[in-house]
């Protein structure tokens, strides 16, 4: 049956993977709910892969076509409901940005000066271009005399070396002339490729 089929050669960590079938990832019918993926992530491939490969995919690095990319994997498909020679399928992706916004992002911190008083410092943990969109917006008040407007915001940068450890509730973005306080750091576990922050702003 695999006769009927041109396939390729990947590298998953710079190993490489016979008779895989490569076809575009076209995202708006290849993205299944249970496959999470870094916000500003594109999908470039949908890699289905040879019953002899076992090997784990979720998370590595594959190079497709002279491209890098990061692997989203797909649990395996049951044996009885794959006669031929694949049985399951994974996303390749790459992270768009669209780093078109400026942001600072800081950290607040409290030391001991020579006296031994406290005191508060703030540490600037990354400053550059960015992709931020309006995650919502809701307005909220027990009087016409006083309305509370809160914004939520996702930012998604290069993730620094400083965010690491970093507290969200020690956190600050200078965006667009405010400030925001950030209230989570999501994919702490893709260090390295991007940071994804949620702020609001409060006004």
Do not use: C, P, T
């Given at each position: 049956?695999?006769?009927a089929f041109e396939t390729e050669t990947i590298r998953v960590d710079g190993v490489p993977v016979d008779g895989v079938l490569v076809s575009p990832g076209e995202s708006d019918r290849l993205l299944p709910t249970d496959i999470a993926l870094p916000a500003g992530a594109r999908v470039e491939y949908r890699l289905d892969i040879p019953k002899s490969y076992t090997e784990r995919l979720c998370?590595?690095?594959v190079e497709v076509r002279g491209g890098l990319y990061d692997v989203a994997d797909k649990p395996a498909y049951t044996t009885g409901n794959t006669p031929g020679e694949w049985n399951r399928y994974a996303l390749a992706y790459r992270l768009?940005?669209?780093l078109s916004d400026?942001?600072?992002l800081t950290a607040l911190e409290t030391g001991i000066d020579e006296t031994g008083y406290p005191v508060a410092s703030e540490r600037t943990v990354y400053e550059g271009p960015?992709?931020?969109r309006m995650d919502s917006g809701e307005t909220s008040g027990g009087s016409a005399r006083q309305t509370d407007s809160t914004e939520t915001?996702?930012?998604v940068f290069p993730w620094p070396e400083g965010l690491d450890?970093?507290?969200p509730s020690s956190l600050r973005i200078a965006f667009r002339g405010d400030v925001l306080d950030v209230v989570s750091?999501?994919?702490v576990d893709r260090r390295g490729e991007s940071a994804s922050v949620k702020a609001v702003r409060r006004g």
């Open positions: 049956m695999g006769g998370g590595q690095k768009e940005y669209g400026e942001i600072r960015a992709q931020a915001w996702l930012f450890g970093a507290l750091v999501d994919n």
